[in-house]
Structure formats: structure tokens, C-alpha cells
């Protein structure tokens, strides 16, 4: 079976500093997708980044980055320069099969302090 | 470009009715999965749609179904409500759905309460 675990269930960070989000995740298949979504209070759940399993090179959009640990299947989320409107619920979640279906974590609230 | 569109935003039913949910994915988006969100047990996989087929089924009862019409459009039908039923219901739309990446862009759900 497919799993994926969040052991944080509350962080916070002071805006402009940097916070890391972790994530592990099982499953015997070697191709696959990890994901890191966002859902902010009461909005709608959006992608943040998303990492390959085959690409050995850490995903990066703006000041999200990953570190991929495909050996010890870790998977944790690095958000510089915070900003407030980073505060949200942030979900892990893997993609192991055909089809789109996800396996989420348990998420991890984020709240960002002025 | 319209995002995925999900009715109604707010349901409240009580013990053994039954609900249909209804979402419209993005344009030319051929597959809609749909998931069931809870304080206990988080973000759950109930089902997936591509071309009017179901693809994949997570480990739900067999009083959730669902179904996908030729736009694309899906329902989800849950029959005999539980208390446990109640939830934000989540449903996303991607273009394809092939083992190649292809982003999925959620809706803003559908929160239903069975009392």
C-alpha cells in the first residue's frame, strides 16, 4: 500500500525567514509523482511543486524549493523569504499508478507571523 | 479560462437521504477525480472518471458511486447518509489521464452536513 506522512501537524515562521516542511512517503513502485498542494483557509487547493521520482535534480519554483531523498523516500518542502499569504494547510501527496489518483498526508498548518 | 466548478457549495441533509454532488471540470479537461476531505482522516481517494469510464476506485462503500457524462461533467452520488458522511467533497480536473503528468486543478468542493 501507498502512504505518505506528514509528522507536523503545526508550524510557523516569521515572514521573510525560511521554514522546511517534511514529508515521507512508501510504495514499492519506481515510477512516480510527489506533490506539495497548498489549500489556504476556506480557498481552493492548488499545486505548489511537484517532483518527478526519475530526476535526480531538487524541483524549484520561485522561493519553493524541494529536497527529494529518493533512498530514504523523503520528500520535504523549503519555503524562503515567507510571506504572509503562505499561511495554509500543506498537503504531500504522491501519484504511484495510471490515472490521477492521489494519496495525500495528514497536511501540516502553516501559519506565517508579521 | 473557467475553473473546475462544483454545486452545491453547501448541502445539509439528514441520516438515510441520499445526496448527488455535481462538478464541471475545466474545458477540454477529460478527467475528474473525486475526494473526500475530513478533520479525521484527512484527504481520501474516492474515484476517478476518464472518457465516462471509472479508472480507479479508492476503499469507500458501495453507497458512493459516480458517474461521468460525455462533457466530461461528473456526479457523485452518495445513497443512505451517515453522520461519518459529512465532509468537504473534493472533485479535480485534468486533461488527460495517462501515466504522464498532467496537473490537476481542484475545485472548491462541495462541504456537506448529514444530521
Known amino acids: 500500500a501507498q502512504t505518505v506522512t506528514q509528522s507536523q501537524p503545526e508550524m510557523s515562521v516569521q515572514e521573510a525567514e525560511t521554514v522546511t516542511l517534511s514529508c515521507t512517503y512508501d510504495t514499492s513502485e519506481n515510477n512516480y509523482y510527489l506533490f506539495w498542494y497548498k489549500q489556504p483557509p476556506s480557498r481552493q487547493m492548488i499545486l505548489v511543486i511537484r517532483q518527478e521520482a526519475y530526476k535526480q535534480q531538487n524541483a524549484t519554483e520561485n522561493r519553493f524549493s524541494v529536497n527529494f531523498q529518493k533512498a530514504a523516500k523523503s520528500f520535504s518542502l523549503k519555503i524562503s523569504d515567507s510571506q504572509l499569504g503562505d499561511t495554509a494547510m500543506y498537503f504531500c501527496?504522491?501519484?504511484?499508478?495510471?490515472?490521477?489518483?492521489?494519496?495525500f498526508g495528514g497536511g501540516t498548518r502553516l501559519m506565517v507571523k508579521p | 479560462k473557467a475553473g473546475v466548478t462544483q454545486t452545491p457549495r453547501y448541502l445539509i441533509k439528514t441520516r438515510g437521504q441520499q445526496v448527488t454532488l455535481s462538478c464541471s471540470p475545466i474545458?477540454?479537461?477529460?478527467?475528474v477525480s473525486w475526494y473526500q476531505q475530513t478533520p479525521g482522516q484527512g484527504l481520501q481517494f474516492l474515484f476517478e472518471y476518464f472518457s465516462e469510464t471509472q479508472r480507479n476506485k479508492g476503499n469507500f462503500p458501495g453507497r458512493f458511486s459516480g458517474r461521468q457524462f460525455s462533457n466530461s461533467r461528473s456526479e457523485m452520488n452518495v445513497s443512505t447518509l451517515e453522520l461519518g458522511d459529512s465532509a468537504l467533497y473534493l472533485c479535480?480536473?485534468?486533461?488527460?489521464?495517462?501515466?504522464?503528468?498532467?496537473?490537476?486543478?481542484f475545485g472548491p468542493g462541495t462541504r456537506l452536513t448529514v444530521l
Open positions: 474545458s477540454g479537461h477529460r478527467s
Open positions: 479535480a480536473s485534468s486533461r488527460v489521464g495517462t501515466t504522464s503528468y498532467n496537473e490537476q486543478f
Open positions: 501527496a504522491g501519484r504511484y499508478n495510471a490515472g490521477n489518483m492521489l494519496t
